[in-house]
């Protein structure tokens, strides 16, 4: 059994910046870099570029996460675990074994399959947003199974210096190597719950160290631009230490770890994942000193019956139009504009939303009145049954040009096919993980 085991946590989504991730790398002596690269939006867009190219659908920066790391990675003799695979794992695998091999550092790469479960998913189960059958939401093209710790445990095992995963609940990224080092039992509540707290805390990355906090000048963050991502030092009970490099900017205390851990939890005391009900009510925080933070006292229950199932469904099409107006009267131009664009699309399209960036597009009407803005953006948006309806809107945005209010311009027009996203829940034996292992060219 290990004595305490380094994990970094070095990205919280997709878009999410490189160069701190591999800082940890290099510096953090970490036995562990975990990317949390997946959410729902992030694996529906990964679904609709697979059903384009059956050989697409993992993450669109998967190349650039590997080139930077992989070096780093060997020299430092760091495991990485992403779900970076997204809609689209074993692609990805062969992908990241392909980029080591021509970086000149082959390295094996293990590929958690299995939370694909379109085809075992009852079509007629009910919508957990709504309660309607699944199938009246649309067309099915896509079901991923939320897979836990207990499925992750057979890829770390491989040894696999690369652990890819599609669609894995974000704490059990973390879970799994602390299991697997301290040889946890996975029926321990209070030690899973210990663990998915230490999971919890790092998901979102940069997050922890002020990311997402900062807000001067109440909650300042000291050298933002140069914000680093965090690390935990954690016991074979579960307490954990974290920090960050002292090198990087932002803070660690217990105001940024208070606002992560209560980050999208719905009860604090039943935070739900494949692996435990994890009760965040019983945690204390202690100073450890500067930038350094101990968390203590999770504890947990029996984790639920059904594993939580992202569904993807084709729901038609949407555009999305924008086009600006400034000087004096602008946001009376602008509500005009829209005004015209709805008249003339009257009957057409189910339902048009629009709205005026800066005035009503975070909050809708009824906020205190302000000074009159110098500037406007209105923007009008429409789903409809297929591209060529949808695509009326954006027309008529763009004739606002000459048939508009006065001094329109800059218009911006998006037109996508949408997947929708609901949830269901499918019983734990109806999923069945299984494990890639790929090994380096110079092995095969």
């Known amino acids: 059994m290990a004595g305490t085991l380094r994990i970094g946590g070095g990205a919280g989504f997709a878009g999410d910046r490189i160069d701190p991730a591999v800082d940890l790398v290099e510096h953090g002596e970490l036995d562990y870099l975990v990317l949390e690269c997946l959410a729902e939006r992030t694996i529906a867009l990964g679904q609709q570029r697979r059903l384009q190219d059956p050989a697409a659908g993992y993450d669109q920066r998967l190349d650039s996460w590997i080139r930077a790391l992989a070096p780093a990675l060997t020299r430092h003799q760091t495991r990485l675990v992403s779900n970076f695979g997204s809609a689209n794992p074993a692609a990805a695998g062969e992908r990241i074994r392909d980029l080591c091999d021509a970086l000149g550092v082959p390295l094996d790469v293990a590929v958690l399959l299995g939370d694909d479960v379109l085809g075992r998913l009852d079509p007629r189960a009910p919508a957990h947003e709504d309660g309607r059958p699944l199938e009246e939401h649309g067309e099915l093209v896509s079901a991923n199974a939320y897979l836990g710790a207990d499925a992750l445990l057979g890829a770390l095992r491989t040894g696999a210096r690369i652990v890819v995963t599609g669609r894995v609940a974000d704490p059990s990224l973390f879970v799994a190597p602390l299991a697997d080092a301290f040889d946890w039992d996975l029926g321990d509540w209070d030690l899973i719950g210990r663990g998915t707290v230490v999971g919890h805390l ?39 230490t974290f ?3 002292a090198a990087a900017g932002g803070r660690i205390d217990r105001r940024t770890v208070t606002e992560q851990l209560a980050y999208e939890v719905m009860d604090p005391s039943a935070y739900l994942t494949p692996d435990v009900a994890a009760d965040f009510t019983t945690v204390e925080l202690h100073s450890a000193g500067t930038d350094r933070m ?10 639920p019956e059904q594993l939580k199932v992202s569904v993807g469904y084709r729901a038609g099409f949407r555009c999305e139009a924008e086009i600006s107006y400034a000087g004096r009267n602008a946001l009376a131009r602008a509500q005009l504009a829209g005004d015209v664009v709805c008249r003339r699309l009257a009957g057409r399209l189910p339902e048009i939303r629009r709205d005026v960036i800066g005035v009503s597009a975070l909050h809708g009407g009824g906020l205190p009145a302000h000074e009159p803005p110098y500037e406007c953006r209105p923007r009008v948006a429409a789903m409809a049954d297929t591209r060529e309806r949808a695509a009326a809107l954006g027309d008529e945005v763009a004739a606002l040009y000459t048939t508009g209010p006065a001094g329109g311009g800059g218009v911006r027009v998006h037109t996508e096919e949408v997947i929708g996203i609901v949830s269901a829940g499918i019983a734990r034996e109806a999923v069945q993980p299984r494990v890639l292992h790929l090994q380096p060219s110079m092995a095969r």
């Open 202 to 240: 790092l998901e979102c990355g940069a997050q922890l160290t002020g990311g997402y906090f900062a807000d001067p000048p109440l909650k300042p963050v000291p050298d933002l631009a140069n914000i680093g991502c965090p690390i935990a030092e954690v016991e074979p009970d579960g307490t954990a």
């Open 243 to 245: 920090s960050k490099l």
């Open 294 to 303: 101990r968390v203590t006292a999770a504890s947990g229950r029996a984790r």
